[in-house]
C-alpha cells in the first residue's frame, strides 16, 4: 500500500504563486512515477504534470507548461508542483497520484495511476 498526503493549497490572487507537496508512505518512493492532476467542479479530472522516477524526465499540460514546475525529492518520500503566475482557471482540487510501472514519460490517464492522494485544494481570485 502506499499513502499520499497533499498539502499547500490555498487562496491567492491572479499572478501569485503556490507551492504543492505530497508526501508518500513506504521505501520505495524512488520507484514511482509521479503525477499531479486537477478537477474542477464539473469537469473531468486532467493532467498537470508528471515525472519519472529519477526526476529527470517531466512532462505537462499544455495549459501550464512555462508557469508551472514539478520535481521530486526522493530522500524525502515527496513530490511538489510549484505553480507561478496563476490564473482563475487554475482554480481546482489537485491531487497527486503514483503510477508503479517504469515508464520513460508519466502518463496523462488517471487511469494508469495506481493510488492517489485525498487532494488539495487552489482557488485563484481574479
Known amino acids: 500500500q502506499v499513502q499520499l498526503v497533499e498539502s499547500g493549497g490555498g487562496l491567492v490572487q491572479a499572478g501569485g504563486s503556490l507551492r504543492l507537496s505530497c508526501a508518500a508512505s513506504g521505501r520505495t518512493f524512488s520507484t514511482y512515477t509521479m503525477g499531479w492532476f486537477r478537477q474542477a467542479p464539473g469537469k473531468e479530472r486532467e493532467f498537470v504534470a508528471g515525472?519519472?522516477?529519477?526526476?529527470?524526465?517531466?512532462n505537462y499540460a499544455t495549459s501550464v507548461k512555462g508557469r508551472f514546475g514539478i520535481s521530486r525529492d526522493n530522500a524525502k518520500n515527496t513530490v511538489y508542483l510549484q505553480m507561478n503566475n496563476l490564473k482563475p482557471e487554475d482554480t481546482a482540487v489537485y491531487y497527486c497520484a503514483a503510477d508503479l510501472h517504469d515508464v520513460a514519460v508519466a502518463k496523462t490517464s488517471p487511469r494508469e495511476y495506481d493510488y492517489w492522494g485525498q487532494g488539495t485544494q487552489a482557488t485563484v481570485s481574479s
Open positions: 515525472v519519472r522516477r529519477s526526476g529527470g524526465i517531466r
